[in-house]
């Protein structure tokens, strides 16, 4: 069976987004170890019964809920359609990101703009260490960090770190900044810092 949201039951789809719903309006209040199924069901206005119809516990809750969230990141940041790699792609996938972000402002800032969920960081760490590593494989002849013998996992652990706690302050500080605003600050960042490289 496909996987893809379009094919699910919009039954399944509403009380899956009840349930997250909850879960960010909970995780405001308190730490998720002072969640409780029966609180996340009373909030989403749901049984625990129907709880347990689509996630074996919190933790389980917790993987598929940050995993939904990598594959939506995915389809926001890749467009209609996927381009090659180009300094374009580069620019265009930031302000779609950050577009994604700021459009989903209250999941976002509950989930990577507090402490208490830090399995959405980690997986959004994930994600953009993958995607900085593909990106510097396709530019590695044009890259100066290469040129200048920089190891490949120190670019790596520094662009995603970089992104990430870019993304993160943003969120922490209300989004003082339009995506765009952001992301063209950012690249411009990056970009001097490889040429003064």
Do not use: C
């Not at 987004?17 to 029966?38: G, N, T, W, Y």
């Not at 909030?43 to 969230?69: C, G, N, Q, W």
């Not at 302000?95 to 402002?105: E, K, P, Q, S």
Request: aromatic fraction near 8%.
């Amino acid at each position: 069976m496909d996987n893809n949201k379009d094919h699910i039951d919009p039954r399944i789809l509403r009380t899956r987004l009840l349930i997250k719903e909850a879960f960010v309006d909970l995780l405001q209040e308190m730490d998720i170890e002072k969640m409780s199924v029966s609180r996340i069901a009373e909030r989403a206005t749901i049984s625990r019964v129907t709880f347990y119809l689509h996630y074996r516990d919190i933790p389980d809750m917790l993987e598929k809920m940050a995993d939904d969230m990598i594959k939506d990141i995915q389809r926001a940041i890749n467009g209609q359609v996927k381009e090659s790699f180009s300094k374009d792609a580069d620019w265009l996938m930031l302000i779609r990101l950050l577009d994604h972000i700021a459009a989903h402002a209250k999941f976002y800032k509950s989930t990577l703009g507090s402490r208490r969920a830090p399995i959405f960081t980690e997986r959004l760490s994930n994600m953009l260490t993958e995607l900085i590593t593909e990106r510097l494989e396709d530019l590695k002849s044009e890259n100066i960090l290469y040129k200048e013998g920089i190891q490949k996992d120190i670019v790596i652990w520094y662009g995603s770190s970089a992104l990430i706690g870019t993304i993160v302050s943003w969120l922490r500080k209300d989004m003082p900044y339009t995506p765009h605003f952001l992301a063209k600050q950012f690249y411009i960042l990056v970009r001097n810092q490889d040429k003064n490289s």
